[in-house]
């Protein structure tokens, strides 16, 4: 997708903060620190559209972005990271369920994954969680240009074991090469132009 237009809409922490349902929106979801504003942002061409940092936990609402006039980018809180204080990790939880339950406009969710760990159970929660309330998923290894390519090709295989995700279901992306850029968009483009 040629991106001409991408801007942030609202952040919301419940339905009723949500922007009027319309456009088919693309959920980016993963632990915290996994890259996931880096991702929005080679998606989209923008170096700043997302506020990235260094500091994991720093996303803690629902983020919508508009990309095109065509399609609404969702930026979820990052999960997982021990320092965010323990009552606003346990509001995080129904804040992310709740949208992505309900949601009707939701047409898929790009589930990151930092390429050099192994998926724990977090992670598997959430794969697992997805296929219940059937949300298509792209699956994305994010940080790739920190491995060799062997290093990738093993990476890729654990993954896949400790995940039950066929191989060939996932994309390894780097934001600093932007390989998987183009595999993703395509992804994209097919989910939330069936049906």
Request: positive net charge; without cysteine; hydrophobic residues 40%.
């Amino acid at each position: 997708m040629i991106v001409q237009s991408a801007e942030f809409i609202t952040s919301a922490t419940q339905p009723s903060q949500y922007p009027p349902a319309g456009l088919p929106e693309i959920a980016f979801a993963g632990k915290s620190n996994v890259g996931k504003s880096s991702l929005i942002n080679t998606l989209v061409n923008r170096r700043h559209l997302v506020k990235t940092s260094t500091t994991p936990g720093r996303t803690q609402l629902i983020n919508f972005f508009n990309v095109n006039d065509a399609l609404v980018f969702v930026d979820l809180p990052g999960y997982g990271y021990a320092k965010v204080p323990v009552a606003i990790q346990k509001r995080w939880k129904p804040m992310v369920e709740t949208y992505l339950s309900g949601r009707t406009t939701l047409k898929a969710a790009v589930l990151m994954m930092d390429i050099r760990r192994v998926p724990d159970d977090k992670d598997r929660y959430l794969i697992q969680w997805l296929a219940h309330y059937q949300i298509p998923v792209i699956y994305v290894l994010t940080k790739s240009d920190k491995l060799t390519r062997a290093q990738q090709i093993r990476q890729l295989a654990l993954i896949s074991d400790t995940t039950g995700i066929p191989q060939n279901h996932i994309i390894p992306f780097s934001a600093k090469t932007r390989t998987g850029k183009e595999l993703i968009w395509e992804a994209i483009e097919r989910i939330s132009h069936a049906g």
